[in-house]
T-cell receptor
């Protein structure tokens, strides 16, 4: 297993366009998380899945954002009608159970630039 | 609610000097605490974690941290800094079953030759 994989690594889009990111977690991990990190800040929680069920969404996740994890495997995060304020690094992480004891494994992130 | 405070945004040390990065947390229930390191344009790598076992936790690359409940602190230390330690360091807390991490704002560590 090569860890958590995120694609693409970089995405430049025009304001108003839709974008979709993909995260492939560690195969045996049942929990998957999305975070957003802006320059000079720590990552902020967006949402998480246990298997295919989306269990919690942050208020940061406006109705322009949607995340899915079909069949409890990979996950996608879609942003509709992108705005300049959406420019950030989007990080995916996965864990086995709560992650409290084994930790959370992060991917390298997708850097989104909205122009 | 849970939160993390990392005072100061930048720490600079000489190579071979002690590294001390401070982290204070707030939690109404027993916390799980983590330190992560992030190199430019990369994801987060786990350095160490506190899971209510030993209060002194040893991690990778010679780092360690001590959980002090009375001070609500989980400071990260390394006896001797190396040039390769230059990076951004994040303290994070998690509680309960939801397992989401709440991060501090991070501290940039610079190491002078």
């Amino acid at each position: 297993d090569t860890g958590v994989s995120q694609n693409p690594r970089h995405k430049i889009t025009k304001r108003g366009q839709n974008v979709t990111f993909r995260c492939d977690p560690i195969s045996e991990h049942n929990r998957l998380y999305w975070y957003r990190q802006t320059l000079g800040q720590g990552p902020e929680f967006l949402t998480y899945f246990q298997n295919e069920a989306q269990l919690e969404k942050s208020r940061l996740l406006s109705d322009r954002f949607s995340a899915e994890r079909p069949k409890g495997s990979f996950s996608t995060l879609e942003i509709q009608r992108t705005e300049q304020g959406d420019s950030a690094m989007y990080l995916c992480a996965s864990s086995s159970g709560t992650g409290h004891f084994d930790g959370y494994t992060f991917g390298s992130g997708t850097r989104l630039t909205v122009v | 609610a849970q939160s993390v405070t990392q005072l100061g945004s930048h720490v600079s040390v000489s190579e071979g000097a002690l590294v001390l990065l401070r982290c204070n947390y707030s939690s109404s229930v027993p916390p799980y605490l983590f330190w992560y390191v992030q190199y430019p344009n990369q994801g987060l790598q786990l350095l160490l974690k506190y899971t209510s076992a030993a209060t002194l936790v040893k991690g990778i690359n010679g780092f360690e941290a001590e959980f002090k409940k009375s001070e609500t602190s989980f400071h990260l230390t390394k006896p001797s800094a190396h040039m390769s330690d230059a990076a951004e360091y994040f303290c994070a807390v998690s509680t309960g079953a939801n397992s989401k991490l709440t991060f501090g704002k991070g501290i940039t560590l610079s190491v002078r030759p």
